[in-house]
């Protein structure tokens, strides 16, 4: 079982910065893969970063060049450094983490407002 805290979402104007944090219950170099995700109202929930085995990383083309993902396996944290945001990246954010222990398991924190303002 991982738990997964989001914390660092807010309000913003257009071209501001925000940092996402996600602590983990678990020690994050022993799962597979930890990334976020996002939900617009009346959107499905997209994909926006994933960070694998602490180097390879994948974004969504709409954030790439924007947003980085990264983690400190000291603090059992993965971030989500957000710059020049703009009012579609307003959305509901999640932590994702990705395991296996025989068989492939999903678990998710409780999602965090990011609100970009025009």
């Known amino acids: 079982q991982v738990q997964l805290v989001e914390s660092g979402g807010g309000l913003v104007q257009s071209g501001g910065s925000l940092r996402l944090s996600c602590a983990a219950s678990?020690?994050?170099?022993?799962?597979?893969?930890m990334g976020w995700y996002r939900q617009a109202p009346g959107k499905q929930r997209e994909l926006v970063a994933t960070?694998?085995?602490?180097?390879?990383?994948n974004y969504a083309d709409s954030v790439k060049g924007r947003f980085t993902i990264s983690r400190d396996v000291a603090k059992n944290t993965v971030y989500l450094q957000m710059n020049s945001l703009k009012p579609e990246d307003t959305a509901v954010y999640y932590c994702?983490?990705?395991?296996?222990?025989?068989?492939?398991?999903?678990?998710w924190g409780q999602g965090t407002q990011v609100t970009v303002s025009a």
């Open positions: 678990a020690i994050i170099s022993s799962i597979y893969a």
């Open positions: 960070i694998i085995g602490g180097s390879s990383t």
């Open positions: 994702n983490a990705n395991t296996f222990d025989g068989r492939w398991k999903d678990y």
